[in-house]
């Protein structure tokens, strides 16, 4: 990053000694108000430059960016330190937008850019040794269990109008943000500020799915319409049909499916990523089911009380097991052989090579990389050839229930931080998701944090050459697709717990269902451990008593609950597609009352 170019006022100072008093009293007059000026030069610099498209006037852009210059006066010179995980809209933050928030304020930042596990790591070590690592995170909000519990992360509603107060934005709408509810803990108070999101959706070949002659075949085999699969038995369909009786597509061997299943920490993510919530696994309840969630963890109150069957959980009951099932099947029968040995990173670009049919779990952040000109999925006229759309669920799903995987890098400051670096942090933070930067980042990395950002006019623009990811991100489907949430009480601990053992199942050396019950095993063992150090106060783990399974189905029927449910006598109910274009057009074509405001 490169560092201000030193002022030239001192020398100048310097000079007008040998000159007249009044003179001299001049020129350090000027000495004092150059700095002022020269920080909104270099605000007026980046909003004609860089700062647009904006959803604000350059006017208002310039009223925020005054305030940041007149917040920032404190800690002027100061340099800090900031952290976030390795994806596109971070890195365009760390090169770009800590280089303008410098020169526009004259705090240096360093923002590093490390990959996700060292940024759970760091920010672990933190707060359990109280020795300040960075000023401020970017952290995921899957953490908002952890962070609420621990009371090592600030509390930002009581910090915004205590501590914080004179350095929070007059201009930023916490409303506005799509991902308030995802970073908002049990007492209803913000924790992280969202920074970037991203969901995890279905991928396909549209115009494989719109060929007329494999239409045709895909009706006369299965008797319903090949389209975007809503349920479980339509995905299994087509990924059957177009690895088994398509086979080959312009001599191109094809595949109905792309997994990964390597035994990896990125295994993990597979199945954390609320996997088992599309299946049908906890309960009804946005942006987490209650008192179950998809992380099959029952919460009573705002206390953790198990995870297996046997204490009311559901991690290893009927729905979590069919999803592993499903998983393992449709990896084996239906992905390129080599799916199997692979991992996250390795197994992303593979649909992009052109002979993948569908993905039931393919994540928006990817959006960018397959869009580039002359790949093998996009026209010529620069469309691409396939789309993304709302997930399929599982047998055990039922309206009401989450439905899929949203990521959420959010701002996150420690107690541990010295408050004149936390306020400095707190205002490079709020920087770069202002008003002012955040529409033209989300050009940058197609994420998106606002409400105003998502129906700005430049992304109507923009939204045929994106495959759906703005039309779904306007819809009102996308409340459904959400992060982990309140119910797990120690994300690092618990989440590294998966791979592990759902590893054991896809190598082979466990059958899903001991697979489960192993996890399920050690997460309550996790829970038992922080019951019993009484680390996490009021809202920490206290786990129920073992109880038989039939007694946890009959309580969540009577409760009117789903959470554990019993194994169902068909787990593979008739497949069921919708026409993509006609999904599409039945989602609004306006934004909400509020986001128009804006």
């Known amino acids: 990053m490169r560092r201000l170019e030193p002022s030239k006022g001192p020398l100048t100072r310097t000079r007008t000694l040998m000159m007249t008093s009044a003179f001299a009293l001049m020129a350090a007059s000027a000495a004092v108000t150059a700095p002022a000026y020269a920080d909104e030069a270099a605000a007026k610099k980046w909003i004609d430059s860089e700062f647009q498209p904006s959803t604000l006037s350059k006017d208002d852009q ?42 526009i304020t004259g705090i240096k930042v360093k923002h590093d850019i490390i990959q996700e596990g060292d940024v759970v790591e760091k920010i672990q070590t933190q707060m ?11 952290n995921d909000s899957d953490f ?87 349920n479980w038995s339509a995905y299994e369909d087509i990924a059957d049909f177009f ?30 990523d609320a996997w088992l919530s599309m299946a049908g696994n906890g309960d009804k309840g946005l942006p987490n089911g209650l008192p179950v969630d998809e992380w099959g963890i029952r919460m009573e109150g705002c206390r953790p009380v198990g995870s297996s069957v046997e204490r009311g959980g559901d991690v290893n009951g009927p729905a979590a097991v069919y999803s592993i099932v499903k998983y393992l099947d449709w990896l084996k029968k239906y992905a390129p052989p080599q799916a199997q040995g692979m991992t996250f990173s390795e197994s992303g670009p593979v649909p992009s090579q ?44 039922k309206e009401g229930m989450k439905l899929g995987y949203q990521d959420v ?50 992304f109507t623009e923009r939204a045929p050459k994106l495959g759906g990811l703005i039309e779904f991100y306007r819809s009102p489907a996308r409340v459904q697709w959400t992060p982990t949430g309140n119910n797990v009480p120690d994300y690092p601990k618990l989440a590294q717990l998966w791979w592990q053992n759902i590893g054991d199942a896809s190598s082979g050396a466990k059958t899903p269902q001991a ?11 996790v829970l038992e451990r922080l019951e019993k150090s009484g680390v996490q ?58 986001a128009s405001a804006n």
């Not at 359990?128 to 970017?138: A, F, L, P, R, T």
């Not at 920490?540 to 109880?547: S, W």
């Open 62 to 103: 310039m009223k925020e960016m005054q305030w940041f210059i007149k917040a920032a006066e404190p800690f002027k010179g100061m340099e800090i330190n900031a952290v976030s995980e390795t994806l596109t809209v971070h890195e365009y933050e760390s090169r770009t937008l800590a280089k303008a928030f410098e020169e």
């Open 128 to 138: 359990q040794s109280g020795k300040n690592v960075y000023d401020g995170w970017i």
């Open 144 to 230: 908002i269990g952890t962070h609420f519990r621990y009371g090592q992360a600030v509390d930002l509603t009581e910090w915004m109008k205590g501590e914080g107060k004179d350095v929070t934005d007059p201009m930023l709408d916490v409303d506005d943000f799509i991902g308030k509810s995802f970073t908002t803990a049990p007492n209803g108070h913000l924790y992280q500020l969202p920074d970037q999101q991203f969901a995890n959706l279905y991928w396909f070949r549209y115009d494989w799915f719109t060929n007329p002659d494999i239409k045709a075949k895909f009706k006369a085999k299965y008797g319903y319409d090949l389209g975007v699969p809503v």
């Open 243 to 272: 690895t088994n009786d398509v086979k080959e597509i312009n001599g191109v061997k094809v595949y109905g499916h792309m997994d990964y299943g390597k035994k990896d920490p990125s295994l993990g993510w597979r199945f954390t």
């Open 354 to 397: 052109g002979n993948i049919a569908q993905q039931i779990f393919w994540y928006t952040a990817f959006t960018a990389d397959m869009v580039k000109p002359g790949l093998a999925v996009m026209n010529a006229d620069g469309t691409p050839k396939w789309r993304m759309a709302p997930s399929p669920h599982g047998s055990y799903w």
């Open 409 to 458: 890098g959010s701002a996150t400051l420690l107690k541990s931080t010295p408050v004149d670096r936390r306020k400095a942090a707190w205002l490079y933070l709020q920087f770069i998701v202002s008003k002012s930067v955040s529409l033209k980042k989300s050009h940058v990395g197609l994420t998106f944090i606002r409400e105003s950002d998502i129906w700005d006019k430049s």
């Open 515 to 525: 697979a489960m019950d192993a996890l399920a095993a050690a997460q309550d063992s």
């Open 537 to 594: 106060g009021a809202c920490g783990p206290k786990l129920n008593k073992k109880e038989t399974a039939e007694y946890w189905f009959a309580k969540s029927a009577k409760d009117g609950n789903i959470a554990p449910q019993r194994k169902l006598a068909n787990e593979k109910p008739k497949g069921e597609t919708i026409d993509y274009d006609t999904l599409i057009k039945s989602w609004p074509a306006s934004p909400p009352k509020r």
